[in-house]
């Protein structure tokens, strides 16, 4: 296992923080509408495939994309039954009938243009308030940094000692606490990656140079798979990590054991621990012949 | 004409306006650089075929009475047949190729271009059409 | 490939029902090399380009069968990031924008506009051989000590630099794009020079048809966009060669550069494809539906305004990198559904009221607006950024651009079967084509569904094999049969063409359609006509034929006159 170099912690903010559209109070009030309904009646309202999310911040996501699913497939399925409607009604009943050349309707014609953009507006409505509160910077309890690098990646905490690093089906797991907001820093030191952590509905790239930034805040306790999402090179498709979200005081608990050497080699062997399990599914195979660095 | 010029310069007003607002709320230099190319795509063509338009009486094919009649004669001279595109393009091919698998590929690659640059341009002075 | 085209250019002769070619050229292989024609190169188009599409065809297979299970043995990860990227790129570079703007669009878009060639022939004869060139020189990639190029379609920097990516099918592919770009541009000069200097007289530009408009529209797009990727291309292959650093940190670059400039050719780019196959399929469902194209000008402001709107988009791909305005890409990304809905609907009203005759081009047109309906609905998804970071990078955006790029096959391919009686003078077998419809719409939705499940499961994209989550395993399985049904689809289409060889003469109008090559002959002579019709309308042989089938506006008894 090699060492990651440690994170440069000196980040500059992020410009997409800036570029927050903010929309007047009157506005939100009758946004808030429709998105309460939704979100009250969750229960009730299918899952379009989708999961729920262990983040407040994920879990917006997934009502967003309730609500758009729920507008595709009005959508669509009008859509769909007029197109199948033409086919079904309007075949040819003779092969030299000409029926009659109707080309504009300007009317029907101005429906289907304002109707839509008033639709795009709702969606671009309802977009920007998740997407304000996923974007949202409040106060942190807990920053992380992730590095990630070819094909692997490590966390660690500024002011603390802890540490955790580990390649590809190591699948090195890092802890946050639950309930509380967690700061993420993001950088890369050779190629894009993508950091994914699918069971919280949210993924960033690491790009050299910028350091990508965000706060979530997770709900459950449990261990949670990510991968790499962005092509990295030759092991992209195992570059793999965990996270395991735990109370506060096991938190603590966890990031004081790296102030002692012996600590420390512990919780790194703890967060290493499935690296059997991960790795004996995966068979051992040639890697490569050529074409690569 | 003037729908064609007009068809441009619509396009490069609305560069210019997407341009206006982008690069203020953004202040993102190489996307907005690239828009406003954009703009001077749309309006560097477009006024000059706007100029063009208002020095000119409508072409047959700018006006919905436009007859078939007023189109005989010639419509312009097209070459039957030459070699040149075919050796420009492998001269270019050549030349590509000596990027990756040495610089003397860029003895035919330069070799070829010229031949059928000045074989071109002899052709054209002959016209060489039929 | 010389003898086919051989074939089609001796038929042309042969064929000509005027019998006074008056045109004595070169023969043989000679011609094929030395021809400014309009109408071969769009052949030599059309076939380099479909040949393209089954070598893309053929990778996508092999990825459907390494991913039928979870630990898929057929490729390495080295041989997989090849074969995913050389899918990609043949498909996108050298499929499916060839096909679009220099295939058909050659062949019929001079001919559509009464004239006798394209503005400028020997130009257009270059890009033909770059475009050629550029193919091969991608493809030779495969034959390198290094294998082809290996980081994606997209080839992000700095993975596309010379330390992560040394090996020669880098720089070929970089020299490919260079080639097929500037190929991609003398097309777009030629494809603006000849709609705004060839037309026929009474042809003014609300009386072209929506296939011409687009590739006007088309054009110009290349012409902003292309420009772009190649000065790009430039620049890394400068970093990878020159030791400059303008996408690498270590020397004050920024690799996002890369992204954004990508993106700014990219998106543009996804038009330019998909614009020539909207103007496919409206031609196509005008014609079969008997009527003239509803919302004829509504379509061309569509047009226009898409192409608008696609230059101010490209960094929704750029939304999880954290350096972009979301909002701003975010409206931008979601008013594009509108006049794509317009089109929608207005392809639904030509049929409406129709008498639709279902050949296999209409069924192929019909195949391409419900794929495209779902493409365009889960796009409008990934123009959401909370959702695009929920979506970005998993298999719900390879399904999302494979319903889409799956429409444009079917557009492409009615195409074909719609516009193929005109260029070879013969007509394809319908029981076959209508059997490689089927075929290839079962396939394309049941690639594509199990693949939008795969993604919101978390499956990520380009991944070589899943064994932390087997589970997969059958969604993938499903999302293989599908590809099988296409290939399948595929071969059946090959067959259909040896089977119809010269088998069934189509005549010069066998579709009964409106608009001016099918005044012509199949195929048509030498500079395309000896006489044309008075031009009053978009469908001016419909004009001819059916004088008093004047297109009406809704509510109008009589005959609008000129619109
Ligand atoms: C038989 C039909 C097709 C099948 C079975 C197929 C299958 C696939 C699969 C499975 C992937 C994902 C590979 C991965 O991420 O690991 C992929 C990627 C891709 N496909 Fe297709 N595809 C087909 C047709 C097309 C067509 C017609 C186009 C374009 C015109 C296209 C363009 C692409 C592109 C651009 C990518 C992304 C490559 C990358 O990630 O760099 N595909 N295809
Ligand atoms: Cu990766
Ligand atoms: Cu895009």
Same mark, same amino acid.
């Given at each position: 296992m090699t060492k990651v170099s440690s994170v440069d912690s000196t980040p500059q903010p992020p410009k997409g923080a800036k570029s927050r559209v903010r929309l007047s109070r009157r506005v939100r009030g009758f946004l808030a509408l429709p998105v309460a309904a939704l979100i009250l009646s969750g229960c009730t309202v299918p899952s379009f495939g989708a999961y729920e999310s262990n983040t407040e911040t994920g879990r917006s996501t997934y009502h967003l994309w309730q609500g758009f699913s729920i507008a595709a497939a009005i959508i669509g399925g009008l859509t769909l039954l007029l197109i199948l409607w033409a086919v079904v009604r309007y075949r040819r009943k003779s092969v030299d009938a000409i029926p009659k050349q109707t080309q504009y309707h300007l009317p029907l014609e101005w429906f289907y243009t304002i109707v839509p953009i008033l639709i795009v507006f709702g969606l671009f409505a309802a977009t920007v308030v998740v997407e304000n509160k996923v974007t949202a910077e409040p106060k942190p309890a807990v920053t992380v940094d992730v590095q990630a690098v070819q094909w692997g990646w490590s966390f660690s905490y500024p002011g603390t000692n802890a540490l955790?690093?580990?390649?590809?089906?190591?699948?090195?797991?890092?802890?946050?606490?639950?309930?509380?907001?967690?700061?993420f820093v993001l950088n890369s030191t050779d190629v894009v990656h993508g950091f994914y952590l699918r069971d919280f509905n949210f993924s960033r790239l690491a790009i050299p140079g910028i350091a990508n930034q965000w706060t979530f805040n997770a709900i459950n306790t449990g261990e949670f798979f990510?991968?790499?999402?962005?092509?990295?090179g030759l092991y992209h498709s195992i570059m793999y990590f965990r996270v395991k979200v735990v109370t506060p005081s096991e938190f603590k608990a966890w990031v004081a054991k790296f102030n002692t050497p012996e600590g420390a080699r512990a919780a790194e062997a703890a967060a290493l621990a499935s690296k059997q399990q991960l790795s004996s599914i995966i068979p051992t195979r040639p890697t490569t012949n050529h074409g690569v660095n | 004409m003037k729908l064609e010029a007009r068809i441009l310069l619509l396009l490069g007003l609305f560069f210019g306006l997407m341009v206006a607002v982008y690069w203020p709320w953004s202040h993102e230099t190489g996307g907005s650089i690239m828009i406003f190319a954009g703009m001077l795509l749309g309006f560097l063509p477009g006024s000059y075929y706007w100029w063009w338009s208002r020095r000119m009486a409508p072409r047959?094919?700018?006006?919905?009475?436009?007859?078939?009649?007023?189109?005989?004669?010639?419509?312009?001279?097209?070459?039957?047949?030459?070699?040149?595109?075919?050796?420009?393009?492998?001269? #270019?091919?050549?030349?590509?190729? #000596?990027?990756?698998?040495?610089?003397?590929?860029?003895?035919?690659?330069?070799?070829?271009?010229?031949?059928?640059?000045?074989?071109?341009? #002899?052709?054209?002075?002959r016209s060489g059409e039929h | 490939m010389t003898d086919v085209l051989e074939h089609a250019a001796a038929e042309g002769h042969s064929h000509d029902e005027h019998g006074h070619d008056e045109h004595h050229g070169p023969s043989g292989l000679l011609k094929w090399l030395t021809t400014t024609d309009h109408k071969i190169i769009g052949m030599s188009y059309t076939i380099t380009s479909v040949i393209m599409l089954v070598v893309g065809g053929a990778f996508a297979e092999l990825i459907r069968i390494q991913l039928m299970s979870p630990n898929g043995t057929l490729v390495n990860y080295a041989q997989y990031n090849e074969l995913f990227t050389m899918h990609g790129s043949v498909m996108i570079y050298l499929f499916a924008g060839p096909f679009a703007f220099g295939a058909l669009a050659n062949?019929?878009?001079?001919?559509?506009?009464?004239?006798?060639?394209?503005?400028?022939?020997?130009?257009?004869?270059?890009?033909?051989?770059?475009?050629?060139?550029?193919?091969?020189t991608m493809l030779l990639g495969f034959f390198t000590a290094g294998g082809a190029?290996?980081?994606?379609?997209?080839?992000?920097?700095?993975?596309?630099?010379?330390?992560?990516?040394?090996?020669?099918?880098?720089?070929?592919?970089?020299?490919?794009?260079?080639?097929?770009?500037?190929?991609?541009?003398?097309t777009g000069v030629n494809l603006v020079a000849t709609i705004f200097y060839l037309r026929a007289p009474g042809m003014t530009l609300f009386r072209m048809p929506i296939f011409t408009w687009n590739l006007l529209v088309t054009g110009i797009l290349i012409l902003l966009a292309f420009p772009v990727l190649t000065a790009g291309l430039i620049m890394l292959f400068a970093d990878r060669h020159?030791?400059?650093?303008?996408?690498?940190?270590?020397?004050?670059?920024? @690799?996002?550069?890369?992204?954004?400039?990508?993106?700014?050719?990219?998106? @543009?780019?996804?038009?330019?494809?998909?614009?020539?196959?909207?103007?496919?399929?409206?031609?196509?469902?005008?014609?079969?539906?008997?009527?003239?194209?509803?919302?004829?000008k509504g379509m061309v402001f569509a047009t226009l305004t898409i192409a608008a709107l696609s230059l101010g988009v490209w960094a929704h791909h750029l939304f999880t990198t954290g350096t972009v305005l979301l909002p701003f890409f975010s409206i931008m990304s979601l008013l594009i559904a509108v006049p794509t809905g317009i089109k929608m609907f207005n392809w639904i009203g030509t049929m409406w009221q129709g008498e639709i005759w279902f050949s296999t081009a209409m069924l192929m047109a019909l195949g391409f607006v419900i794929t495209f309906l779902i493409g365009g609905l889960t796009g409008i998804y990934l123009a959401s950024p909370p959702l695009d970071f929920f979506a970005h990078d998993t298999y719900f955006v390879v399904a999302h651009f494979h319903s889409v790029v799956m429409a444009l096959v079917f557009a492409g391919l009615g195409g074909l079967y719609y516009w193929g009686p005109k260029m070879t003078g013969y007509l394809l077998d319908e029981r076959i084509g209508k059997s490689q419809f089927w075929l290839t719409f079962i396939g394309a939705q049941l690639l594509t569904f199990p693949m939008y499940i795969l993604g919101l499961k978390g499956m990520p994209r380009r991944m070589a094999n899943y064994p932390h989550d087997p589970q997969w395993k059958f969604m993938n399985d499903l999302s293989s049969v599908g590809a099988f049904l296409i290939g399948i689809g595929t071969l059946l289409f090959v067959v259909n063409i040896v089977y119809s060889w010269k088998r069934y003469p189509a005549?010069?109008?066998?579709?009964?359609?409106?608009?001016?090559?099918?005044?012509?002959?199949?195929?048509? !002579?030498?500079?395309?006509?000896?006489?044309?019709?008075?031009?009053?309308?978009?469908? !001016?042989?419909?004009?001819?034929?059916?004088?008093?089938?004047?297109a009406l506006a809704h509510g109008h008894a009589a005959p609008e006159g000129n619109h």
């Open positions: 955790i690093t580990g390649q590809t089906t190591q699948a090195p797991m890092f802890e946050i606490p639950a309930g509380e907001n967690v700061h990510g991968q790499c999402t962005e092509l990295c | 047959p094919e700018d006006r919905d009475d436009g007859s078939l009649e007023e189109g005989a004669g010639v419509i312009g001279s097209f070459p039957g047949s030459s070699i040149f595109p075919f050796t420009l393009g492998m001269g #270019a091919f050549c030349s590509v190729l #000596a990027m990756v698998f040495g610089i003397w590929m860029l003895i035919p690659g330069v070799g070829l271009i010229f031949w059928a640059l000045t074989g071109a341009t #002899a052709e054209s002075r | 062949f019929v878009v001079p001919i559509q506009i009464g004239a006798p060639d394209m503005a400028f022939p020997r130009l257009n004869a270059l890009s033909y051989w770059l475009y050629l060139s550029g193919s091969i190029a290996n980081f994606g379609w997209v080839g992000y920097a700095p993975l596309s630099n010379a330390a992560n990516s040394p090996g020669a099918g880098a720089d070929l592919w970089i020299g490919a794009l260079l080639l097929t770009g500037f190929s991609a541009i003398f020159f030791g400059t650093h303008i996408y690498e940190v270590a020397g004050g670059g920024v @690799p996002v550069l890369w992204q954004n400039i990508f993106w700014f050719w990219g998106h @543009p780019e996804v038009y330019i494809l998909a614009l020539p196959f909207f103007g496919m399929t409206t031609e196509i469902i005008s014609v079969f539906s008997k009527k003239p194209v509803f919302g004829y005549g010069d109008n066998p579709w009964d359609a409106g608009t001016l090559e099918w005044f012509t002959s199949s195929p048509p !002579p030498h500079h395309n006509f000896y006489r044309l019709p008075q031009i009053r309308s978009e469908r !001016p042989t419909w004009d001819y034929n059916h004088p008093d089938k004047k």
